[in-house]
């Protein structure tokens, strides 16, 4: 066999820690910050309360918690479905009792994917499952609210389309939650075989500290790890969870926007998630573009006035870019930015009022977005290995997670993403064009759909109905 | 414009053990390198460099240490690029090339009596249409070098024959010039961060034959 300079230089890189093993740092590299006191359990699985809020570039932006964790399921063929609903809610439930739902507690998220739905309750999905009615209307045949997910423009096709049962996520503060909360749903539950193990980290570096992003990638060497700003929420470096950007309060739930009808109510106080991994190449970002053009890729090609090193960006309803604008952007300069893309579809027309009398003005943020970055590659674990391409070696990404009212509502997201905006207007690039984002940077690896049903139906919907 | 080349496996030993060596290791070989820069212009590099001052009537700074397998020799097996523009300032580029392996590129820049960083045009195609911007050719300062009299600002995001590579700038005597080595496999950024303070430690000024 020949020895090349690459084979040589691995071996002597064999003693960087992999990726499964880069995690045991977590606990010594992380500190918790001071969070609000406990509050009420929401009807929502998806919301966490007390979350901490802080000023940034005079941003007020949410801190999230520290750790994640994703965990993807089947059921197994043969369950008892009544008996194995009572015993998930009853591991479920021990955990409410233990933990607050808040990032100093536990936040847990139970989701199902259209694979359970067919596999095991066929026909009470047919009935119950909510109808999307803005894509019923348009495409003139009745859509679910929960789709199968799709390969988008910008899209590998070897993106691999999962058909999980389910996935559970798991954020804290403190990782001694998030492997308790683990053990505690899947350690001796035979109705449940795991897929897959999915974990990561988002922010600490708002109190001036280098962030949790930059300390794990310099621990686990990977390329580029040093050009990560300091106190980057985010590999990328731009803050994600500006209050702003993020939907509020029960936005996202099915029934609020009245993008879907809830034909039975079964899932009122649920809402759709959908699930990614994407590798980010740090090397190519940071290289190849500067400060000046990551603002203009991230945010908008002609934003101004953004300070240098800035990581926070103001995004607030009156920065919101319309489908004229982004594609005036695009004649004029050959490029969208991500959010100004995304912001199309993603923000609210008009101002609307939720069942709940809480009032929505028009810029309103509806994605409620929960993504981490991470080292794995692509996940912490899996079962099947060979189709996931798994690698010990870490690799910068992000388990990209974001709950909307349905998954029709994350596909136009998506698509506006990759130019192809809610009014039709198709602004086309090339593969990999640096034009369009910061598609050219992100591979995505997997992706599935999920609706997340509210608190009461959390454990096996449907399976009391059967 | 790249020249392919194939490294015996001996050469790949020796780069191996220098990039094995890291930081840490880089700082204890540090005497030898400033050795050969007090030593001067290696003598069968020197001849080049003293013909390129002379074309552009500016010194020009001569690397006494470059990653294996460079040796700094103006037209000699790894230098692709020998280039002198009209405005006097010039390219000197090193290029080790292996196909599935990696690749190693170096280069040197000077723009003789001027200090302010160029501009670069950043050119976007999209769907057949061309789009052309002034940009500078060095941004994203992240930090400074000082060694030997030289104080180097370190430009991460560059353009041209410098893109997707580290680069440090510096001024002397009125003229701008650069030092920047591409980030790619099998290299890391912190390893170039690294060959590029050696590099920088070992240079030496050449001045042009009177």
């Known amino acids: ?466 | 414009m790249r020249k392919i080349g194939v490294v015996s496996l001996a050469v790949l030993a020796a780069a191996v053990a220098l990039v094995a060596s890291g930081c840490g290791a880089d700082r204890a070989v540090e005497p030898a390198a400033k050795a050969a820069a007090r030593a001067g212009c290696p003598a069968h590099a020197l001849a080049g460099w003293r013909r390129l001052a002379s074309r552009i009537h500016a010194p020009v700074y001569c690397p006494t240490w470059m990653p294996d397998p460079f040796d700094g020799v103006i037209g000699g097996q790894w230098n692709t690029i020998d280039s002198v523009s009209p405005d006097r300032s010039y390219l000197v580029g090193f290029i080790w090339l292996e196909a599935g392996s990696g690749e190693l590129h170096v280069n040197l820049r000077g723009y003789p009596g001027r200090t302010r960083v160029p501009s670069c045009v950043d050119v976007n195609t999209v769907n057949g249409v061309t789009r052309r911007s002034k940009i500078p050719c060095f941004s994203d300062p992240t930090g400074h070098r000082r060694v030997a009299g030289i104080d180097a600002t370190v430009y991460t995001a560059n353009q041209d024959a410098d893109r997707w590579h580290v680069l440090y700038a510096w001024r002397h005597d009125g003229s701008l010039y650069t030092l920047s080595q591409h980030v790619a496999v099998p290299l890391t950024y912190r390893k170039v961060v690294a060959d590029l303070d050696r590099m920088l430690r070992s240079l030496v000024l050449v001045r042009p034959s009177s």
């Open chain 1, 1 to 466: 066999m020949r020895l090349t300079r690459r084979r040589l230089l691995a071996g002597a890189a064999a003693g960087a820690v992999g990726a499964g093993g880069i995690y045991e740092l977590v606990d010594r590299l992380a500190s918790s910050p001071k969070r609000p006191v406990v509050v009420r359990r929401p009807r929502e699985q998806h919301l966490l309360g007390g979350m901490e809020t802080i000023s940034d570039e005079g941003v007020e932006v949410l801190v999230p918690p520290l750790h994640h964790r994703v965990m993807t399921a089947r059921v197994r063929p043969g369950t008892d479905l009544r008996a194995a609903q009572a015993e998930l809610e009853r591991r479920l439930a021990a955990l409410d009792r233990r933990f607050d739902p808040t990032p100093a507690g536990l936040g847990v998220t139970v989701a199902w994917g259209l694979p359970y739905f067919r596999r095991h309750v066929p026909e009470l999905a047919r009935t119950h499952l909510p109808v999307d009615v803005r894509a019923t209307r348009e495409r003139n045949r009745p859509v679910s609210a929960l789709l199968d997910a799709v390969r988008f423009p910008s899209d590998p096709k070897d993106t691999v389309l999962e058909d999980n049962d389910l996935a559970v996520l798991l954020r804290s503060d403190d990782p001694g939650h998030v492997d308790a909360g683990a053990k505690a749903i899947f350690d001796g539950f035979d109705a449940l075989e795991q897929t897959s193990t999915r974990r990561g980290f988002v922010g600490g570096g708002f109190s001036g500290r280098q962030s949790l992003p930059k300390q794990m990638a310099l621990a686990a060497g990977v390329a580029g790890a040093e050009l990560i700003p300091d106190t980057a929420q985010l590999f990328l470096g731009f803050t994600s969870t500006q209050r702003a950007a993020m939907g509020q309060g029960r936005i996202a739930n099915v029934e609020t926007l009245g993008y879907a009808r809830d034909p039975h109510g079964y899932f009122h106080g649920g809402t759709t998630m959908h699930l990614s991994h994407v590798r980010e190449d740090l090397e190519g970002w940071y290289l190849n573009f500067d400060f000046a053009q990551r603002v203009s890729t991230a945010f908008r090609p002609d934003l101004e006035g953004v300070r240098r090193d800035a990581q926070t960006v103001r995004q607030s309803p009156r920065d919101v870019s319309s489908e004229r604008q982004v594609e005036r952007g695009y004649h004029r300069f050959g490029a969208i930015g991500h959010s100004a893309a995304i912001q199309t579809s993603s923000r609210l027309r008009q101002r609307h009022v939720g069942p709940d009398g809480t009032v929505y003005e028009p810029g309103t943020a509806i994605p409620q977005r929960a993504d981490f970055n991470t080292l794995d590659n692509p996940f912490a674990w899996s079962s099947q290995p060979k189709r996931d391409g798994m690698s010990r070696s870490p690799a910068a990404g992000v388990h990209f997670l974001v709950f909307n009212p349905t998954s029709d509502d994350f596909h136009r997201n998506r698509l506006a993403m990759d130019g192809v905006l809610p009014d039709g207007t198709k602004l086309a690039f090339p593969p990999d064009s640096r034009g369009q984002g910061f598609n050219s940077v992100l591979k995505t690896t997997h992706r599935q759909n999920f609706v997340v049903p509210p608190r009461a139906h959390r454990s096996f919907p449907l399976a009391e109905l059967a």
